[in-house]
């Protein structure tokens, strides 16, 4: 009886070594082929063309390129949908990961679990939003914009990258707290939005830093922006704090895998990711956009999404914008 029990303790132990072995060569092995990153927004957009510096960056620390996919849709939330039901868990699909996907399943039914579906690996960034409209326009302030909105009920169009996007609930919260009457155009990402307020078919856009170029080359005007401070490359424009409204919207934003990544993969993908981040080539890129290093490890970050996801909630509830929310 000693002998089989020493001998079945025997067979555990050598298994679970065994395992080990396994997990540490095939960490060890990764990655033996280039690493697909989901962008969920079109190419050309802010979010693109930082996210494709950055893995640019990061495939020499990784060992491997990173290759770009947009799949744009859902405010940024199609793309990872996407990976979480077809990608296999092997580190060789990965995706931006917006605050969309925590604010949208309070607000309607969707086809996965934001705290169920998802490897969480790193918190990378966040953004400058703010509000444009064409330089030829008579709004010359916030004010000045305000002011024809209130005059105007339901007359002035403004566009976003989605609807529930940070830029959508940022002008549903303005509105709230103002009682503006305007309406929201939702667009799959920031270049389309750009394009059709260029083309006088909406009067403004709500968006991160892809109208950057418009208001360097002078077709557009900066009216205000989102953050906690004045921003470094627009400190002459006010925030919505300094506005009255008491609001920020910055949305920090990060990288997840499909769920039942090898955690020795999840650690590669971070420290790369990492490095990439800290390198000073991409910090002029961040610089460029007004972005800031908002750096999670894999604990911080998959703690940020459990607290992001409840306080989504309580914000949809009292914005009142959920409607048959749940996940399929």
């Known amino acids: 009886m000693m002998k089989n029990w020493k001998e079945a303790i025997t067979l555990v132990v050598m298994t679970l070594i065994g395992s080990m072995l396994t997990w540490n060569v095939l960490a060890g092995e990764y990655p033996e082929r280039p690493v697909t990153l989901i962008v969920p927004w079109p190419a050309g957009g802010a979010t693109d063309v930082v996210l494709r510096d950055l893995a640019q960056i990061t495939s020499k620390y990784l060992g491997q390129t990173i290759v770009i996919d947009n799949k744009p849709g859902a405010a940024g939330t199609l793309g990872p949908a996407v990976m979480s039901k077809t990608a296999k868990p092997d580190g060789y699909t990965i995706s931006q990961i917006a605050i969309t996907l925590f604010r949208l399943p309070h607000m309607q039914v969707v086809n996965y679990d934001a705290l169920k579906d998802f490897d969480y690996i790193i918190g990378l960034s966040g953004y400058t939003f703010g509000v444009v409209v064409r330089a030829d326009s008579p709004w010359k302030t916030w004010q000045d914009f305000a002011t024809h909105v209130k005059a105007n009920p339901g007359k002035v169009a403004y566009g976003s990258v989605g609807t529930g996007s940070s830029q959508h609930i940022a002008m549903q919260s303005i509105g709230d707290k103002a009682g503006f009457e305007w309406t929201h155009v939702p667009f799959k990402g920031s270049s389309d939005a750009l394009i059709s307020l260029l083309g006088g078919h909406i009067d403004a856009v709500a968006d991160s830093t892809g109208w950057a170029p418009h208001i360097e080359s002078g077709k557009m005007r900066l009216l205000a922006t989102f953050g906690a401070q004045r921003t470094k490359n627009w400190s ?21 895998g499909p769920k039942g990544m090898d955690p020795a993969i999840v650690k590669k993908l971070h420290d790369a990711f990492k490095q990439g981040l ?26 940020y999404v459990k607290e992001t996801y409840t306080q989504e909630g309580v914000m949809i509830k009292k914005l009142g914008l959920a409607q048959g929310a749940g996940s399929k």
Do not use: C, H, I, W
Request: hydrophobic share 30%.
């Open 236 to 256: 002459s424009v006010p925030n919505l704090t300094e506005l009255g409204y008491g609001l920020v919207f910055d949305s920090p934003y990060g990288l997840a």
């Open 278 to 303: 800290k390198d000073p080539a991409f910090g002029k890129t961040l610089e460029k956009f007004d972005q800031t290093d908002r750096y999670m490890d894999t604990k911080a970050y998959g703690s």
